[in-house]
Structure formats: C-alpha cells, structure tokens
C-alpha cells in the first residue's frame, strides 16, 4: 500500500512545479524548422565561432541509428490501422525499417521471416507523450530524482534529455507494453519546466541514441496546484493568478528576445545579442519550432492558457492531465489543440477531483485529437487498457467508440501531438516500422504483446527471453523475468 | 476501547433510525450464468434473497410470490467484490484539501489502538464508483507509522450510519515493516526489534495490568490503549497484516509470525514469489496485484506481475489489491475486476482470480460467514455484470448490496451527464 500511496503522490510531483522571468508580445511568423536544422545548414549553423548563437543549432544531435533487421511477414491477423478501418485476416511487411506493404495479402521475399498472426493483431507502435522515464528513473531514490528543477517557477533553460538515464529499468518494460514512441517531459513543478525530448524506446548508451530523429522539442508548462504549491513559501507564484501574471511576464521577455535575435539574424548588424538559454528556448516557441505541452487540469485554467497563448502568438498543442478536457471539448476542437488524458485518475487533488471515465469519448465526440498518456511506468505499460476503459464509458453514455476509432487515441493522435505523423503512429505502407504484435484484441485485459519492432528491428519477443533488452541496471540487481522459478 | 465503539455506534443508529434501510423484500435473480465461487458455476441458476440476505442459490430454486423477479439470462453473476486493501471514506481528496483520516500521530510510529473507522465518512463520494465497480465490501485501513491501526470491513450499501455498513471491526491490525522513516528508525533491523518489543510488552501487559495500573512496570514502548488493542493479536485472535515487499521484509514477517505464534497475513508482496514455497508453508495469506512490474525502490527490485499467480502455484492463499498506479485505494477502488484479469494474463487461474476478489479476502480477515460469496445466510451482496467480470467491455449492470439494488449515480456519472452536451445547463441533472 506504501508503494501505492507513493505512486500517486509521485505522479503529482513528477507532473508538478518555479517563478517566472518576464517578456509581451504580438503573433510572429516562424522563421525556420528546427526539424530541418541539421541539413538545412545555412551560414548561421555551420560550425565554428558563433555557430551556437542561433536559435536553431541543434547543439546534442540524435545518433539514433534504426537496429539491424530483418524483413518481416506477419500474415492471417488483424491490423488495427490507426489510419482507417481494420484489416481482418490481413498481412503486412516490413523491410528496411519501414512498412513496406499492408493489405489482405503482401508480396513475401523468399528470404523473410514469416509470422502467422492467427488469431492475433497488429497494431502501430503505441505513442506516450507524457513520460518521465530516465529522468525519474528506477529504483526511484532521491539520486534518481533529476525531473523537476524546482529552484525557481521558469526553468525555460533546462533540457530534459539531460537528465534521461538510458539505462533507467523502467524503458525495457514500456517496450514491453508496446511502446515504441515516447516524450519525456520535465516535472510540473515549475511554470515552465524546460524542453521535452521525444525518444525512440531503444537500448543505447546514450540519450543521443535514443533521441528520434528529426522531432521537435516540446515545451512544458504547467497549470494550477503545483507551482503555487512549491514556490508558495519560497517567493511565489502563491496564487493561481500568481501563476499567470508568471507565464506572461516569461513572455514578454521571449518576445522582446525574439525581435532581437531575429533583427540580427536578418541583417547580421553588429555584435549578435547576448544568448540566454532561458529566453532562447521560449523564442523559439514563439516561432512555433517548438510545441507547448501543457500540464492542465482544470477547464477554466485551460481556457485563461489559451488566452495567453493568443496574446503572445503561440499554439499549445496538447493539454495535458486535462481531467476538465471534457468541459470544454468544444473550445479545444475549434482550437486544434490536443487532450491528453488518462482513462480514470482523479481526485487525488482538488484538480483532479471531476475526473470522469467518458473523458475519452466526450472529446473524441467534440472532434478534438484525443490522447491517452500516462505520467506513469505502470500506466504507461498498459495504454491499450486505459483505451478500453473509455470505449466502455462511451458506450455508457450511449457514445459508441469504435475500436478503429479507440486505436487512434494511443497511435496517430499521439504522433501529430508530437508533429511526426508523417512518420509514425499509423499502419501505413512508407511509414517507419514500428509495430507491435497482440496476443489478442489489444482492448482486451487478457491480450498481451507478443513482439515489438522499431524501425522493422524486433527489439521485443516474449517467447524468448535471450531476445528480451535488460539494462545495465537490471544486471544483478533484477532476477531474469522469463528466467521463472 | 471496543465499548467506545459500539457506544458512538448506537448513538448514531439512535439519531438515524428513521433512515436506516429496512431491506424487507425478496428478491429473485434468476436465468443467470452464476458463480458463487463456494461452488461450481450454475448456468441458468437462481439467487434468492430475503430481508437483506441471501436465502437460497441453485438451479432449481422455488421463487415465492411476490417476489421482485431479476431476470439475468445471458449475464453473469457473482458475489459482491471485496477490495482488501482501501483507503475509502476517509476522504475525498488525495492531498492539499479536505479531510484524510487514514493516517494517525501515534506515539513513536505506533497507533495500534487507532480505529479508523471512527474517521469513516459512509457518504464519501468515493463509494459509488467502486460500488459501480462491482465492489460491494472493502476493507479500510489506516496506513502510516509502523503499527499503523486496526482496520475494519464495510458493505458500500450507503447507509448514514456507521453500524448500518460496518461488517467487522476490527477487522485486523495493520503494520509495515518496508519503510524505514515511516516507522521512525533507521534500519529495518530496528524497525522489527521495535516490532518485536511492542509484542512482548503487550505480553507483559497483559501479565501484569494490575501492576501496570499501579504504575508498578518498566515502561512498555506503547500507551495502554496500544497494548490493549494489541491483545488480540498477540493471542491470535485478530490478524496482523504487514505491508512487506522484499524478500527480507518477508523472511522477518515469518519469523515473527512463528516466534510468537501470531496470525499474520502479507501485504505488497513484490518480492513474495521468490520465497513462495516458505510462505504456503507457514500458511500465511498474501494480499498482491498484477499490475507492477517495476523495480520502483530498492525493496521491490524483484517486482513482477507474475507474482500472484506463482504464489497460488506454490499453494498460497492469495487476494488480490490494487497495485498498478491511479489511487486503487481511494478513487480506482473500482479497478479490482481489471487487476484480476491482469492476474489472468499473467498466470493466475480465472477461478482463483475471482475467488482472490471476493471469497479468499473474506476468509483472510473472517467474514466468510459474511460476504464474499453466494450462499444461503450471507448478505445479499450480489452483482450481475454484461459479461467476464474482468473484461473491460463488461459493466456491472446492476449492484445489489445487502439484498438492496443500489443504483444512485456517481458524482462522475452526473459531471458527464452534465457536461455531454455543450455548453451546459447548470440546473440538471
């Protein structure tokens, strides 16, 4: 019960709370493309005496190279696409790293393994962009605990990749949940907590080899109790109007930073301004190179965020822990901002306190880009389960989810939340092949993941233990799971 | 301390008696696949219950006339779920508001003579969901400290007052012996002398009460209302429940258990599949989950889901609690169905799983004679769900909590009432 216990109060850390910097501002106009920074090198990013001065270098580049593999059949089995409806008895192949073909049948090479899906179905790699994973790692002591840089409300200038522990035990068992895909965010202690990361869930040595190529960096915000919470004693926000006087005046800051740099960047007149890491980072937003993730439980508090967010220009792309999302899935649809949402937490706080099962359908039904996330390595672990619970309460309420449609919530939702959409996230011939094959029907309760592949490398099978990834940590320290008594 | 008890109690079925639910109607449940798990499963069987408890199940049951007929062909019917391990109706609200009753001062991590139903609020929002869930009876335990309290059953039949829901108080003490700074000692060879030395002072106590009035003892390590509470634990009388995780934890829990003679039943459990066949030996109950896999602290670095059902394997008596992550001990209360199906997948029986949700928790803390199954005498705790229990898909149709069906709507299920057209009308529902 302990572990219970800590499990959510945990939760409510890791998503949780430090004070704000200042900046106003108007809408602004992209500049560039931080995806497209590493080729699109233009006299700014060539290496070199001031290479890092500009707002697009890409200064910890992903090394992420996909794992050898092999080309792949899986052949009689359902395929819940993500990208319409199923295919019943239908087949797919991968080969070098992406799904080649999907259809009632595909063209075999003589030289692929062959899989027989019956009675079994595939699905795309599922997509959690709410983690914590390496940046809370297991066992969670208080070394381990690198996630929240609770020292004051914006924390613009922290990075979460540099605190991910790719040998945190906990990356092995996601992928063992079907996790190919996942963002790792910065806790929600603060009211800008720093960049997130989006990593491919892959053994590597470092957090470079796991980074995706070509993702986007996202921003965390975070909404209500927290921040007031931490800095409440340790000179504010106290106030949830604490909170917001705190966004915007890290706005105005941004904004006026932004003009400068970009000024400069156009005429290249004279010193180049001063870098600051902090106002670098929310420039950047501004220019919509990176996506706003924001931790919001309440439906008001969401509404007072869009608000700031047309005051100064930028989009929020995801609302997440958005308990209230189904309050106000009119405004987030005509918005295009996606909910982020767990099947059944809630009252663990006064926020959290009208947490309801049909979360899921309502805004699926309001037409907005339903999520399921987790904030949590067990919840994480079971994402298809979280899912099934919200077909079910649609169903209550007279919503029929169809699981076509329910499949969506934890493939190609999470992706566009991510902008790799294009990439990722649905069963689609060109797309990277990260596939998981069930046991069963995903949404049932006793269906579990047979194999997991990332970019066509089967990286997880459950019927052999000596194919299964332990991390440094695991050696020793964890008996061999498969190695059963 | 017991008299305490029953005195507040009597004091509010005194005030209350005109709300008190009278029950005295019979009521037929009937085409149904039933499982009464005290038995074989009865396609098409009959539950019969009369005045709040259950009078008859089988196949051919005669139905009375007039009685209230339940038809339940093409469903499935089970007993009432009994969640070993919650926190319900000591608030609403996990943390930074409103009340949470759960946890005690005490003196020096131990509150043995805390009754935490004394704090039980039996209008906690909370109940409906898990009753929503199928969860008809729960037990709830204070948690905190190194002896946290004695802990009691309940029925989630919403009655006002506290004698009305109460099933068994105490229904067992509650202790930890996996968190050092929690029981306010360093190490966890502390913690279990001071475990131990709590034991042997209640034995003292209890030899020398007349001397101990006169003030003519060492000092014991507990206030008298902990050593009185403490009695029957020490004669075996009443369980001791120790939240332990890791294999050491366990291995001292044992001994414990075996030194003094005492009734222990474990808790957690993460690490309890490594020594499974030690722990069917010295027939001490686990109480675990199947849905942590994750070596969240050093103490359960051998965390798996196949835990619970390696331990009924190897002949251990295992129920079934939350462990996954959500507030299954408050909010998720309700989850429990999904925690035996995730046993399911991952080794367990479905018999054992259902039995570990309803029949093996009443037998673990003695209140078979009581509820956790369908059987003639028991309360009508009963549940006709769509399908599979365990099934997401599946919902619990219709509750029926000592022998009334209970169908009051959650403060979620009104939220989404409200809010499923937009923008909302505040007046309803």
């Known amino acids: ?485 | 301390m017991k008299r305490s008890m029953n005195r507040s109690g009597l004091a509010l079925v005194a005030a209350l008696a005109v709300a008190a639910p009278l029950g005295a109607q019979t009521i037929a449940i009937t085409g149904g696949k039933v499982y009464p798990v005290s038995g074989p499963p009865i396609e098409g069987g009959t539950v019969l219950m009369r005045d709040g408890k259950i009078v008859a199940v089988g196949k051919d049951i005669a139905i009375p006339a007039g009685a209230e007929r339940v038809d339940a062909t093409g469903k499935w019917v089970t007993p009432g779920l009994v969640n070993a391990s919650t926190n319900l109706g000591f608030g609403d609200v996990g943390f930074s508001g409103g009340p949470r009753e759960q946890t005690a001062k005490g003196h020096d991590g131990i509150a043995a003579g805390f009754q935490v139903w004394l704090g039980f609020n039996t209008q906690s929002v909370m109940i409906a969901p898990a009753r929503e869930g199928g969860v008809t009876s729960a037990v709830v335990a204070p948690t905190g400290g190194l002896v946290a309290g004695q802990a009691a059953i309940v029925d989630l039949n919403g009655a006002l007052a506290l004698t009305d829901v109460l099933v068994k108080a105490p229904a067992t003490m509650v202790a930890q012996v996996e968190d050092n700074d929690d029981a306010k000692v360093g190490a966890t060879g502390e913690l279990i002398g001071a475990l131990r030395d709590l034991i042997e002072d209640t034995k003292a106590y209890m030899r020398r009460k007349s001397d101990f009035e006169r003030a003519q003892t060492r000092q014991f390590v507990a206030t008298r209302r902990d050593l009185e509470a403490m009695i029957p634990v020490v004669e075996g009388r009443e369980s001791l429940t120790i939240y332990a995780d890791q294999a050491a934890e366990i291995r001292e829990a044992l001994s414990i258990a075996k030194d003094y003679g005492i009734k222990i039943v474990i808790a957690g459990g993460a690490e309890a599949w490594t020594m499974a066949d030690k722990i069917a030996a010295a027939k001490v109950p686990v109480l675990t989950g199947a849905e942590n896999n994750i070596p969240g602290s050093f103490n359960t670095l051998g965390s798996r889901q196949e835990n619970a059902g390696m331990l009924r394997k190897a002949g251990v008596q295992v129920a079934l609690i939350g462990n996954g992550a959500g507030g299954e001990e408050m909010f998720n209360v309700r989850n429990l169905r999904y925690e035996a199906g995730n046993a399911v997948a991952y080794g367990m029986s479905w018999d054992d799983a259902l039995r570990a949700i309803t029949l093996v928790p009443a037998e673990i803390y003695g209140v078979s004679d009581k509820v956790g199954s369908l059987k003639a005498g028991l309360e009508g705790n009963v549940v006709i769900w769509s399908g599979d229990p365990f099934e997401f898909s599946t919902r619990a149709e219709q509750v029926f909590v000592r022998g009334k069906k209970i169908d009051a709507p959650s403060r979620q299920d009104m939220l989404a009432k409200r809010y499923q057209t937009l923008p909302p009308k505040y007046n309803t529902p």
């Not at chain 1, 006299?43 to 794992?67: E, I, N, Q, W």
């Not at chain 1, 800008?192 to 986007?216: C, D, E, H, N, Y």
Request: aromatic letters at 8%; glycine letters at 10%; a neutral charge.
């Open chain 1, 1 to 485: 019960m302990r572990n219970v216990v800590f499990a959510a109060a945990f939760s409510v850390l890791a998503c949780s709370p430090a004070k704000g910097s200042q900046a106003p501002a108007p809408k602004v106009k992209a500049t560039g493309d931080s995806t497209k920074s590493k080729d699109s090198k233009d006299s700014t990013t060539t290496a070199g005496r001031g290479a890092l001065s500009v707002p697009l270098a890409d200064p910890f580049p992903s090394t992420y190279k996909p794992f050898p593999s092999k080309t792949t059949v899986i052949k009689n089995v359902t395929i819940l696409t993500a990208a319409g409806p199923r295919i019943t008895n239908g087949a797919i192949l991968l080969k070098d790293g992406k799904i080649e073909s999907v259809g009632a049948s595909v063209n075999a090479p003589a030289d692929a393994v062959v899989i027989d899906g019956k009675g079994k179905f595939v699905t795309p790699g599922i997509i959690d962009i709410h983690s914590h994973l390496g940046v809370y790692s297991a066992p969670g002591v208080e070394a381990a605990s690198d996630g929240n840089e609770a020292t004051r409300p914006v924390t613009a200038y922290v990075w979460a990749e540099h605190s991910v522990w790719p040998q945190d035990p906990q990356f092995p068992r996601n992928l063992a949940g079907g996790v190919t895909t996942l963002q790792v965010l910065p806790g929600s202690a603060n009211l800008i907590g720093g960049r997130s990361v989006v990593l491919k869930v892959v053994p590597a040595r470092t957090v470079q080899g796991m980074k995706f190529p070509g993702a986007k960096y996202g921003l965390k915000m975070a909404c209500g109790e927290n921040p007031k919470r931490v800095y409440g004693n340790k000179g504010g926000p106290q106030t949830r109007m604490g909170n917001v006087a705190g966004y915007r005046t890290a706005w105005i800051e941004a904004e006026q930073y932004r003009r400068k740099w970009d000024k400069w960047n156009a005429d290249k007149k004279g010193d180049p301004p001063a870098r600051d890491l902090n106002l670098e980072t929310l420039a950047e937003v501004l220019r919509g190179n990176i996506l706003v993730h924001n931790h919001c439980y309440r439906a008001d508090e969401m509404a007072q965020m869009i608000d700031i967010s047309h005051e100064f220009g930028y989009k929020i792309r995801a609302f997440h822990h958005g308990v209230e999302a189904y309050k106000l899935a009119d405004v987030l649809a005509k918005e295009n901002i996606g909910a982020a949402l767990w099947a059944d937490w809630g009252g663990f706080k006064m926020e959290a306190l009208d947490g309801i099962r049909a979360n899921f359908a309502l805004t699926n039904q309001a037409g907005d880009k339903t999520i399921v996330h987790s904030d949590d390595p067990s919840g994480s672990q079971r994402l298809n389960q979280e899912a099934a619970k919200g077909i079910e309460a649609g169903k209550e309420l007279g919503i029929d989810i169809s699981e076509d449609q329910a499949i969506k919530w934890l493939t190609i939702n999470p992706a566009w939340a991510l902008d790799l959409d294009s990439k990722i996230g649905s069963i689609e011939a060109g797309k990277d092949a990260d596939v998981v094959l069930w046991s069963g029907d995903p949404f049932s309760v006793y269906t579990r993941t047979e194999k997991v592949w990332v970019d066509g490398a089967l990286l997880f099978d459950r019927d052999d233990v000596k194919e299964q990834w332990r991390t440094d940590f695991d050696l020793g320290f964890v008996p061999q799971i498969g190695g059963a008594q």
